[in-house]
């Protein structure tokens, strides 16, 4: 039995660390007898508006200061929230496994571009898209939802603009660490009302994995620094004490720019290069690269000496084609339907045991993306890893 939804998103107004503040503002829906229990996770997020208008929305809260919440609590409380609109479509994983068994659990990623609050409402023209669906208050319940449901391990995203006052708070309190670097001169910024820059965030479980080092990387090209940026990580298995990298990225957008994002491809690749100490330490990479198969940018990688390969190619019939689409929207220019989205992996020394499968075309509709149905233009790729047991030295 879903809750009645309060006619006004309820949150707790606090500001970031180091922003002073006179206390705590809230709003309570009533709902009889007590307060919903979206009141007590949903509601304990960080104030938009305070923490776009200051520098400080670059530090993170305090994790210690916010309760473990249970993943399935903080599910039903999205669906109590999103109960008027229709269920999420159901996909599901194709087992990729090949004869190469594992004593440990597979590591999930999850690879979204969850499209940045601003762009949606103030940029994209997604004309067909009711300008409904694309509430904060609600969509942002679509986006936990899409997370909770694969339980990622390592989740990659891109577009986020609303880190610290959603995703920081509510995902630490999951048992994510996170970090978050924006971009320099983000879009975002432009939109009246924004909440601050968007940029790439990578979050994993702290009870799984150990962070051995991190960086994030402002992309160049032709040597000069762009708007583009990077997070690249090395963790190590608290199972199996093995290292590997997981890096996000987000390349240049827009028909024009192949030459630009082929450029920022390199420099990735040369850093990554550096950090796996020439592939001596597996490597996954996952990001909206804005690339077709047929760039450049998809084909350094496919060629480069770390010896990639592109997990969703796994899904093919012959095992070497990209799904026929990862991004599917209409705007005042016309319709879009590309594959842009990938999760890159050392293909010596890791095996794809699962990938989840896209939406079809009918589940997705007439009127594309975003939707009711689905709150980002792009779809989430999620997909199960394996360290081989004796990795080819040919990493």
Request: with cysteine.
């Amino acid at each position: 039995m879903f809750l009645p939804r309060c006619p006004r998103d309820f949150l707790f107004l606090y500001s970031p660390v180091g922003v002073a503040h006179s206390g705590l503002i809230f709003s309570v829906c009533s709902m009889g007898h007590g307060t919903s229990r979206l009141y007590s996770a949903l509601a304990k997020t960080l104030n938009s508006s305070t923490a776009s208008q200051h520098p400080e929305y670059l530090v993170s809260p305090d994790p210690e200061h916010l309760e473990p919440i249970d993943p399935k609590e903080l599910l039903e409380e999205c669906r109590a929230v999103l109960h008027t609109r229709p269920p999420r479509f159901q996909r599901d994983f194709v087992d990729l496994r090949t004869d190469h068994p594992s004593s440990h659990p597979p590591i999930r990623v999850m690879q979204w571009n969850i499209l940045a609050q601003a762009l949606g409402e103030g940029k994209d023209n997604f004309v067909q898209c009711p300008v409904e669906a694309l509430k904060w208050e609600e969509r942002k319940c679509l986006i936990l939802e899409e997370i909770l449901a694969y339980q990622p391990d390592i989740l990659c995203l891109q577009e986020v603009d609303h880190y610290f006052d959603t995703f920081q708070p509510l995902l630490s309190r999951l048992g994510y660490q996170g970090t978050f670097f924006p971009k320099p001169w983000s879009p975002c910024l432009d939109v009246e009302h924004n909440n601050g820059p968007d940029g790439c965030a990578l979050f994993f479980l702290q009870n799984r994995f150990k962070l051995v080092n991190s960086a994030n990387i402002r992309l160049t090209a032709m040597t000069l620094k762009t708007n583009q940026v990077a997070i690249a990580q090395t963790l190590e298995c608290k199972e199996s004490s093995r290292q590997f990298c997981i890096a996000v990225t987000h390349l240049k957008a827009r028909t024009g720019w192949e030459r630009f994002r082929s450029a920022q491809g390199c420099d990735l690749l040369q850093n990554l290069q550096n950090i796996t100490q020439g592939a001596k330490i597996p490597l996954i990479v996952c990001g909206d690269f804005n690339a077709e198969p047929t760039e450049e940018v998809y084909k350094h990688f496919a060629s480069s000496s770390l010896n990639l390969n592109s997990a969703y190619k796994l899904l093919s019939a012959d095992g070497q084609s990209e799904p026929p689409y990862t991004t599917w929207k209409i705007r005042t220019s016309g319709e879009c339907r590309h594959t842009l989205d990938y999760i890159w992996y050392s293909k010596h020394a890791l095996s794809v045991r699962s990938a989840l499968d896209l939406l079809t075309e009918e589940q997705i509709g007439p009127n594309r993306l975003p939707s009711f149905n689905y709150p980002s233009d792009h779809l989430s790729l999620v997909c199960d890893f394996s360290f081989n047991e004796e990795p080819d030295g040919l990493l």
